[in-house]
């Protein structure tokens, strides 16, 4: 569990988190979180006091755990992470949210391709709350701090955990864990609510790689919290991949975020599963 509080944005932000390990300075973290995770139901126990305001004196990634919320930060843009976090407050207080799509730079690259957003699911209440570079810490910090006060979408798609790989600073089970906190984060504040869990898409052109194995891994963890009610996993990745593995420039032109033609993929490989859950009782 995890107490925070935040004094305007430029006060005292104070975090502090509990569990079964100890308490410990925040400078040692990363290394006393190590023991605890051989179970990833254990909680992890830190305290952060006095931290200013100013998100850049926040942990870095790499050393925040995969399961404790913590908000995100742009070196280059302090307040933009926040102010992105207030836009999507607004609209579940403005409109009635029918489905949300819950993810990273991924899910808010759909912003980028209005018309065939608006076609498939604009038109059915569909809302995108995706922000880039957002891990699982950070959509679990977002749903803490008010993302599900003001909405009960029927549908949520949820596409999260590739920015957990970078630097290799989680391991697959952390990861899956963060994943699995933030599925019954929701379901805690809107237990109604549909989870279409879709698996971390695959990045890098070249297959085996080690980060693609590391998917691979998360991946098959993820798929068994499909209880074929509430959440649904889908696995559309092999779509994005040509015969031999490999990632195309037209799917992915930098081998990670989409192209209008990988949004057409997501879109075709997705339908079934996302029309049948909205339909189901």
């Not at 139901?41 to 998100?55: A, F, L, M, Q, Y």
Request: contains cysteine; hydrophobic residues 35%.
């Amino acid at each position: 569990m995890m107490r925070i509080k935040t004094i305007g944005l430029s006060g005292v932000l104070a975090i502090t988190f509990l569990g079964s390990c100890g308490t410990f300075p925040a400078s040692t973290a990363s290394k006393k979180s190590n023991s605890c995770q051989q179970d990833h139901h254990t909680p992890v126990r830190t305290e952060v006091k006095n931290i200013s305001g100013d998100p850049a004196n926040l942990p870095p990634a790499q050393k925040q755990d995969p399961t404790i919320p913590i908000p995100g930060y742009f070196p280059k843009y302090p307040q933009a992470w926040l102010n992105f976090h207030k836009k999507h407050l607004q609209q579940t207080r403005k409109n009635k949210i029918n489905i949300a799509f819950l993810g990273d730079s991924i899910t808010q690259g759909w912003g980028k391709h209005k018309k065939l957003w608006q076609k498939e699911y604009g038109s059915r209440g569909a809302v995108n709350f995706g922000i880039g570079g957002d891990r699982t810490q950070q959509i679990l910090w977002r749903i803490d701090h008010g993302l599900f006060d003001h909405m009960r979408p029927q549908l949520v798609v949820l596409n999260i955990g590739v920015n957990n790989l970078w630097r290799g600073s989680s391991s697959p089970v952390r990861i899956t864990a963060g994943i699995e906190k933030i599925v019954d984060a929701i379901h805690t504040r809107s237990p109604q609510t549909k989870i279409l869990l879709l698996g971390i898409f695959p990045t890098g052109k070249r297959p085996n790689t080690p980060i693609r194995k590391r998917i691979h891994a998360i991946n098959s963890l993820v798929a068994k919290l499909d209880n074929g009610k509430t959440i649904r996993f889908l696995d559309i990745g092999s779509q994005f991949l040509e015969a031999d593995g490999k990632i195309s420039k037209s799917v992915m032109p930098d081998y990670l975020h989409l192209s209008r033609k990988g949004y057409q993929i997501w879109v075709t490989s997705m339908h079934n599963s996302f029309t049948q859950m909205l339909i189901e009782n």
